[in-house]
């Protein structure tokens, strides 16, 4: 009897795998599990099945490739993958014109998955390798590399499928798997797409490693604003690169591009269409004094005494026709540490109470909001100072009686970019020409890092922080079984530890603040100060 490497965990399946011995030092442990979110027994053998046979062309490829493959980040990155490939894929895919099929193939049954046809020869290898791996004392380590003669396996054909016919599979699976916002959907596209002028499109398994090197040089020479410079716009690519006294693309962006192309590279891989992906181990040359968190900065005290001081975000003197955005969007974005498009696109139903905690909703529950990705999905308690002393809340309860929906009504809807375009477009205007803060690496996103920074100083719990932020738990463990925490542990976890050194006391002044009853409920021992 085949093994089905399914186990019964309350309501849904696990996948289990025992890891062969010889890679059990790469893995850092003997046996994998994970959920593959289904309680159907007919629909988890199939998925049980094609996930084994990924892993057994993982195995193959770290024995194969040695340390350059055995390197832990990438075997959980490719595990990722596996695991997002095989749960986006619900229909039954086990009949395949000369493979047999499990007792729960229904006669008729097809693979709705053309690209997954590649691997189902690795599944039946798994199989018989699984079987044998099930009683390694009757196995040499040389044996479980064998194929199912008895000789060396032999590495699968790569497919004549092109560069662009391999990108809208990958991009069907990511957007399936609700991985990818709009925006992240439309970037990839434009990353592909100069993959595709520079290569043409020709079968992705013709990329070798020193096409892909030629690619990364390129990126380095690769100009900005192409589209938009008359002395570049309609010229091919190869006159570009070679042009002089023109502006290059940061370090961070060309990295951005060299990575969708691995990604992709990656998927082929796992599909079949490439026998090795020949992008592995190449990384983009960025300078040495260029780490991740530079990518943004931070606003300094200084900065925000600047920013919340200033009388066209305050709506006073000769700014008294600011429009209300220009006050509660920087206001939330510091004290909820909410991405742009996240609170432009509020609505008042977003505001809500959960066990007697204000909170705002992150959400994509209707067709103009959108989330960067699943984890984005949350509940950010709001800061006594918002609640008691700003009285949010009343201004919530006041476009309510006006018959508005939105918390922001004055902001117009973009297809792309969604509601918070108007915003990013005046705070960068404001900050470098009003506020006269010129750094680069200061935007309305560093709001976002001036919170998170405030906590993680703090030395808050770090599972609560990444939840309170929107980031994807760390590790396949955490992701598939830790659950969301509860309002009441996000505030006193986090929310009342946040300190950001700066005497705010007068926008409690300002005319977009409510007068009236502060709400109740929610906060106890709510800090007084105003220097927060």
Not at 439 to 454: G, P, Q, V
């Amino acid at each position: 009897m085949p093994a089905t490497y399914l186990i019964k965990h309350t309501s849904s399946y696990l996948f289990r795998l025992r890891v062969p011995s010889d890679l059990q030092p790469s893995f850092g442990r003997t046996e994998l599990r994970y959920s593959l979110q289904t309680g159907r027994l007919g629909e988890a053998k199939p998925k049980a099945r094609l996930l084994a046979g990924l892993m057994q062309c993982l195995f193959h490829d770290i024995r194969l490739n040695g340390p350059s493959a055995a390197d832990r980040g990438f075997i959980e990155k490719s595990i990722e993958d596996y695991i997002d490939t095989v749960r986006c894929n619900t229909t039954p895919f086990l009949q395949i014109s000369g493979t047999p099929t499990s007792d729960d193939a229904r006669p008729n049954a097809n693979v709705a998955a053309s690209d997954l046809k590649q691997i189902i020869s690795d599944v039946l290898h798994a199989e018989l390798e699984q079987m044998r791996i099930v009683s390694p004392d009757s196995l040499t380590d040389h044996d479980q590399t064998q194929g199912m003669a008895g000789g060396q396996r032999k590495e699968p054909d790569a497919s004549t499928a092109t560069i662009s016919q391999v990108a809208e599979a990958f991009v069907k699976i990511k957007t399936a798997g609700d991985k990818w916002a709009s925006t992240t959907h439309k970037n990839s596209r434009i990353k592909i797409q100069l993959l595709l002028e520079f290569f043409g499109d020709v079968p992705i398994s013709t990329l070798t490693r020193r096409m892909m090197s030629q690619y990364l040089n390129m990126l380095m020479k690769l100009p900005t604003r192409r589209n938009q410079d008359p002395r570049l716009k309609g010229k091919p690519l190869e006159k570009i690169i070679e042009m002089k006294d023109v502006k290059t693309i940061s370090p961070r962006t060309a990295a951005f591009y060299f990575e969708t192309a691995k990604e992709l590279l990656r998927f082929a891989h796992i599909h079949g269409h490439v026998t090795s992906n020949p992008t592995e181990g190449m990384k983009f040359p960025t300078p040495k004094n260029m780490v991740p968190d530079e990518a943004r900065e931070a606003f300094t005290a200084e900065d925000l005494t600047k920013i919340f001081s200033h009388p066209d975000l305050l709506g006073t003197g000769d700014s008294r026709y600011t429009r209300e955005y220009k006050f509660w969007g920087p206001i939330l974005g510091l004290f909820t540490g909410a991405r742009r498009n996240e609170i432009a696109q509020l609505y008042l139903a977003d505001f809500l109470q959960v066990d007697g905690v204000w909170c705002i909703s992150i959400n994509d529950e209707s067709d103009d909001k959108r989330t960067k990705t699943t984890s984005s999905k949350r509940l950010v308690p709001l800061h006594p100072f918002l609640i008691k002393e700003l009285n949010i809340i009343g201004r919530v309860e006041k476009l309510q009686a006006q018959g508005d929906s939105r918390f922001f009504p004055e902001l117009k809807f973009h297809e792309v970019s969604g509601y918070g375009r108007q915003i990013s477009t005046w705070f960068n205007r404001f900050l470098r020409s009003k506020c006269q803060i010129s750094s680069e690496k200061k935007s309305f996103h560093s709001f976002r890092h001036t919170f998170i920074t405030s906590l993680a100083h703090n030395e808050v719990n770090d599972d609560l922080l990444i939840a309170l932020a929107g980031h994807a738990k760390q590790g396949i463990t955490k992701q598939t079984y830790v659950k969301k925490f509860k309002a009441q542990q996000m505030y006193d976890g986090l929310v009342k530890h946040l300190n950001f050194a700066v005497n705010l006391s007068h926008l409690t002044k300002s005319r977009f603040v409510e007068a009236g009853v502060m709400p109740e409920g929610g906060f106890s021992n709510h800090p007084k100060s105003q220097t927060i």
